[in-house]
């Protein structure tokens, strides 16, 4: 896990956020008066099952949706915010960034994958200046082959398409990432190495996450802390592990009991698939 900060500002504050959506006169209550903390140097898993209102929530913590009431602070910036100049959206994007479950839609086919990872860099220049070597760089700490690089995002397989997303969003050098169901698509042992891959990115460089996932193995994996959403409401918080072992509601023992027993959840499990495969 990353260096604990107790004493530095929070990262995320949620603050009694509510997103009602309202759809041919059916409304619905997505996410009901939640409020959390992130804190710096923590990283913090919100679970709960499909329908709970995850997704939502991180939209707003993006910026890429607003909250009916309540207010969302990321480092202290409030991006639901209007303004929406050039040069905001690109400081905006250095705060978070996101991966998505199936990040095929937002990969454009036409270019290779070396090409995007520029057309961020060229928008984000990394520091040296050196947008070419960069690229070359995070395609490598990806764990990407430069033949790969070359590819169209068409030509690779979910876990290859997975970690050209990570690139993308490390490229900008976020304070944050948000992975909303990151790994859920992919194959056990193929998550087990992205999940690896994560791990392992965060204790180079110094990323935070924010991990969405309604899997609680993979949130017990990457996180420090957790956040149980259900029906839009938040149910219990605290450190995953104590929340996990020992929850403190039933919706959430439920939750931890319906996920079958994995292999890789056992010591030593994770490394030896992640070497197989
Ligand atoms: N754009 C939208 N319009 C109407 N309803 C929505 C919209 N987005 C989400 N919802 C509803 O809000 C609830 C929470 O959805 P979501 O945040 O996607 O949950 P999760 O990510 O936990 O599966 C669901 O009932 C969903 O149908
Ligand atoms: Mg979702």
Not at 57 to 78: F, K, N, W, Y
Not at 116 to 139: D, I, K, Q, T, W
Not at 224 to 230: K, N
Request: charged share 25%; proline share 5%.
């Amino acid at each position: 896990m990353s260096a604990e900060q107790p004493d530095a500002a929070p990262a995320v504050v949620v603050d009694d956020v509510t997103r009602v959506f309202s759809k041919r006169g059916r409304r619905t209550v997505a996410v009901d008066g939640v409020s959390f903390i992130m804190r710096a140097g923590r990283d913090l898993g919100i679970v709960g099952e499909s329908g709970s209102g995850k997704s939502t929530l991180a939209r707003i913590i993006m910026g890429l949706d607003q909250p009916t009431s309540g207010r969302v602070l990321v480092h202290g910036e409030d991006l639901t915010s209007k303004s929406r100049s050039r040069a905001e959206r690109l400081r905006r994007a250095k705060l978070v960034q996101m991966v998505y479950q199936d990040p095929y839609g937002s990969l454009d086919p036409r270019q290779t994958v070396r090409s995007c990872l520029v057309e961020v860099l060229r928008l984000h220049p990394p520091r040296g200046g050196n947008v070419a070597a960069r690229a070359s760089e995070l395609g490598d700490l990806v764990g990407l082959t430069p033949a790969q690089l070359d590819r169209s995002p068409v030509g690779l397989s979910g876990g290859q398409r997975q970690r050209v997303a990570i690139a993308r969003a490390l490229a900008v050098e976020p304070r944050l990432i948000i992975l909303d169901e990151a790994v859920a698509a992919l194959d056990i042992s193929i998550q087990a190495q992205i999940l690896n891959l994560l791990a392992e990115l965060r204790d180079e460089l110094g990323t935070a996450y924010l991990l969405i996932s309604h899997d609680l193995a993979v949130v017990r994996q990457l996180t420090d802390d957790v956040v149980v959403l259900h029906h839009g409401r938040l149910v219990e918080q605290g450190e995953t592990g104590a929340v996990l072992d020992d929850p403190a509601e039933d919706y959430t023992r439920r939750l931890r009991d319906s996920i079958p027993s994995r292999h890789w959840r056992e010591p030593g499990m994770l490394e030896e698939l992640t070497r197989v495969g």
